[in-house]
């Protein structure tokens, strides 16, 4: 389908008026392009969008003028180990008085730039109003800077998260991210008249207390952005409450309702994205079909609660994660009018990215389905290019538990509608119910909900690099918090593999 666009004043919108809240997670962000995307297609406009640490960055792209669909190349594209520059050497020799481990340089010279981050375009913007959030640590307060207002040492100030990057002098004041004050500003948007909120949240808030001192400097963050949104939800609650009591108030002139897109458990953290454990189009890919399960499978009409479990995510054990790429041809049929086929094309290639995430591996191995997590796209040329995959489902196709035939069924857009892959995993070697070994998959292609026109093709997938090998290769241990429980959980899993292999 054309991409979509998220800006209601430029559509002829008249619907509710809605606030698009980007919470901050580090260079995990990456995630929320993919639920701009979902919610685009979705059908969702917003007259006002606001920023917090990350979330300014993908909040600046939009105000810069991309569509959805191409922040979520730029942040493919994106060379994740530019986020880090050296600081001057003789700051390393004096370490005990450093004012960050690292500049901001590769942020102002390559990041931003890559992203498509214009800051003049941001301050002439007529469209989306926007709204970026830092805090003046010179004065402890947190401060609203308007898009017409924005400047380039402001939006780096934005995501200088103390030790990690050095505080920004601006007029004589100093600022730094705001996230140890608020992660999520939602009341400015209440007090701007906007009845809807939808919250993109990346930041972990589990049960958990774990050990160690990153994970408690994480812990930290966590503390203070869930703690200031709870506030703020309570407050926009009381709001609610004086609209039921028939109170009449000059903004906002409606009940508020609250929506959040968040993932079922913590995203991997910086060290895992910088490290190569998971990609820009995983994060993706995440964010897209979240939303889509959040659309789909959750939302009330009211919203969410007004409440501390606003944010709350499910605690992962430890777990593994792999990748598979499936490659192939595709004998696609052209569709004109009303679903009318007037043409079969030459057979052009396909390509699925699927990545698995078993987030609890005992779980996994007991035979629990709930733990596993599967999302990809699908690359066609004729397809749109690369399409985020809605939602990915992997099923026996025969009862019982020694079943060597599975289906799988991917859904995605195309040209404004659903379509969807239904492949036939066959003779698979299995690990805990899940194929992760076989040789290759027919498909077909067809469209959702038994639309006029059928299939759209068939072909055969095979996997890359063989049966086995990429899975190995991309094999990596999730949650570990020592070296002997990654290697622990990497041997059980390997030792089943081996032993599906074999048998």
Known sequence: MADSTLDATTSGYSGPRRSLILAGGGMRVAYQAGVLKALAECGLRFVHGDGTSG??????????????????????????????????????????????????????????????????????????????????FSHKTAEVISGHDLSLDMLVAGISLPIFMPAVQINGDWYTDAV???????????????????????????????????????????????????????????????FAAGEVLAAPTKPVKVHVVKPRYPLPLDPDFFLGKITAPTLINMGYSDTYRYIEKEMKAEGIALGWEATQMKVPGVGITFSKTLSG????????????????????????????????????????????????????????????????????????????????????????????????????????????????????LERVNGEAGGDLGTGVLRPGGGPMLETVRTLHATNASTFTSKVHALFRFGRLLLRSYWA
């Open 329 to 444: 041809s595709v004998a696609l049929e052209t569709a004109v009018g009303e679903g009318r086929v007037s043409s079969v094309e030459s057979s052009s290639p396909l390509t699925l990215h699927l990545t698995v995430r078993i987030v609890n591996l005992d779980a996994f191995l007991a035979g629990d389905s709930d733990v596993t997590e599967i999302c990809g796209d699908l690359v066609h040329p004729v397809l749109g290019g690369c399409r985020p995959l809605i939602e990915v489902l992997i099923r026996p196709m025969e009862a019982g538990p020694n079943t060597d035939h599975f289906a799988l069924d991917c859904r995605f857009w195309h040209n404004g509608s659903q379509f969807r892959l239904l492949g036939n995993i066959r003779h698979a070697k299995y690990a805990g119910g899940l194929p992760v070994i076989f040789s290759e998959m027919p498909f077909r």
């Open 180 to 242: 140890w004050i608020k992660d999520a500003n939602l009341m400015t948007a209440v007090n701007g008249g906007s009845e809807e909120l939808w919250i993109v949240w990346c930041i972990g808030n589990t049960t958990e207390y774990l050990s160690g001192a990153f994970n408690q400097y994480v812990h930290m963050i966590e503390m203070a952005g869930n703690g200031r949104l709870i506030i703020e939800l309570e407050q926009i609650g009381e709001i609610n409450r004086k």
């Open 55 to 136: 979330g300014t960055m993908n909040l600046a792209m939009l105000l810069s003028g991309l569509s959805p669909g191409a922040m979520c190349e730029r942040w493919r594209t994106l060379d994740v180990h530019r986020f880090s520059s050296l600081m001057p050497i003789n700051e390393y020799l004096r370490s005990w008085d450093m004012m960050g481990v690292a500049s901001s340089k590769g942020i102002r010279d390559y990041v931003y730039p890559h992203l498509g981050i214009d800051v003049a375009a941001i301050n002439r913007s007529s469209g989306m109003s926007g709204t970026f959030n830092v805090c003046n």
